[in-house]
């Protein structure tokens, strides 16, 4: 069975602090991420899926006294994990001895009987840092392995432990509530149609805000659609996004255009006592400086993303390697533009409105002409395509768009017009 995992939902006031790592954690789910991205590269097209997972938004509105009682959780959850690490550094230090997920899930179990201070939180909750402790050996070992650079897992700071995990079996939602085992019930504002069978809830404290993340079972992945309209998208800096019909979809620079409040907020940080509460409040204005580039970019996208699936059955965008690109000079235009994001937008937008979205390899789909596929060659100023083999002149990323189409057809195996 191949499960889905999607990004987001159209709420976008909501969307916010959240990076890519609110991707549900337990294992069965990163297991179906792991596949569903393998099945994407190999295939490079999404295949229908029996299963889907949707994540929606949630502000929750917690009281006085919830906030505390989540604060204090917190807390104790980040003592959890920097003592379980403790353990685990020290037990192959001293002995040579590998402690795992079970071992100190059993360990949990005696702590709890013995100190009534841990008993007083629920148990389902307490072993989450320890499924991540676990998953951060995981990629610990796994990078050794494939000789990558390894960090060892560090200790946390309460201050930036800002997140918890409750499985499906430990909460409920009950009208605008959601009901935590042993926490009780919390108001919540979402402007989503929450729908499916709820698998995961993820709690996260964002400045002085509480979100959650509550992902949801929503069954098959609609029927294919038989291809009648298709488009190639070459992304690029200058413009977002040119497609295969010539259009241009703006960038808009969303962090040049913030930069000025941005460069304040940091030096006003820069300038507060370390430890002061003053330093506390920078931070929080900081912090909305970065969220709201961050919601301005998530917003646009959606509306590209949204467009693109409802008037194309096809689309295809290339697949980048934004890593290799973001450690170059224009790092941050490039993760300015957040390529990534759009293109996982499209896919889980495509994959529940039963449309193709396919990731193809880019490589030479600049210098090759779309008309009569000989090579022409140009460097990275020249912006024109002129073919002195059949004439044809277009945009350079116009050609790169047609090319990426004519691959992505040929990859899903039908030839539309657009
Ligand atoms: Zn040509």
Redesign the pocket.
């Known amino acids: 069975m191949l499960w889905f995992l999607c990004a987001n939902t159209h709420s976008t006031r909501l969307l916010t602090c959240w990076g890519e790592t609110f991707f549900a954690y337990t294992r069965s789910i990163d297991r179906a991420l792991e596949l569903s991205r393998s099945e994407f590269l190999r295939t490079g097209c999404s295949a229908r899926l029996e299963t889907m997972l949707r994540s929606f938004q949630l502000r929750l509105c917690p009281t006085h006294r919830q906030r505390s009682v989540l604060t204090v959780l917190l807390a104790h959850l980040c003592g959890l994990y920097n003592d379980c690490l403790w353990q685990r550094r020290d037990a192959w230090k001293v002995a040579r001895k590998h402690i795992h997920y079970f071992d100190q899930q059993a360990e949990l179990t005696q702590l709890r009987r013995q100190d009534e201070e841990s008993r007083s939180f629920p148990v389902a909750i307490q072993r989450d840092p320890l499924r991540r402790l676990e998953r951060a050996f995981q990629g610990f070992f796994r990078r050794i392995r494939h000789r990558q650079q390894p960090g060892y897992p560090r200790f946390r700071s309460e201050q930036r432990y800002d997140s918890f995990e409750v499985d499906g079996g430990n909460f409920r939602l009950e009208g605008t509530t959601v009901v935590i085992v042993k926490l009780g019930g919390f108001r919540f504002k979402t402007r989503c149609r929450i729908r499916g069978t709820p698998k995961v809830l993820h709690v996260k404290r964002c400045g002085k805000h509480w979100r959650a993340v509550l992902v949801c079972d929503i069954g098959a992945a609609a029927e294919k659609v038989m291809v009648v309209r298709a488009v190639g998208l070459d992304l690029g800096l200058s413009a977002l996004a040119t497609l295969s019909d010539g259009t241009t979809i703006r960038n808009p620079r969303w962090t040049e255009q913030m930069e000025k409040q941005l460069g304040a907020a940091n030096r006003a940080l820069a300038r507060k006592q370390r430890g002061s509460r003053n330093r506390a409040k920078a931070g929080e204005r900081l912090r909305r400086v970065h969220q709201r580039i961050q919601g301005r970019r998530r917003s646009y996208l959606h509306q590209i993303s949204a467009f693109l699936v409802s008037r194309y059955d096809l689309v295809a965008f290339e697949q980048l390697n934004i890593r290799g690109l973001a450690r170059t000079r224009l790092a941050k235009s490039i993760l300015d533009a957040a390529w990534r994001e759009l293109t996982w937008q499209i896919i889980y937008k495509a994959e529940e409105a039963g449309k193709w979205a396919v990731g193809v390899n880019a490589r030479g789909t600049t210098q090759m002409?779309s008309?009569?596929g000989?090579k022409?060659a140009k460097q990275l100023h020249e912006r024109q395509h002129q073919?002195p083999?059949?004439g044809?002149t277009l945009g350079r990323d116009h050609n790169a768009a047609l090319n990426i189409l004519r691959l992505g057809e040929s990859l899903v195996g039908v030839s539309a017009k657009c």
């Open positions: 002409c008309a009569c000989q022409v073919c083999h059949c044809l």
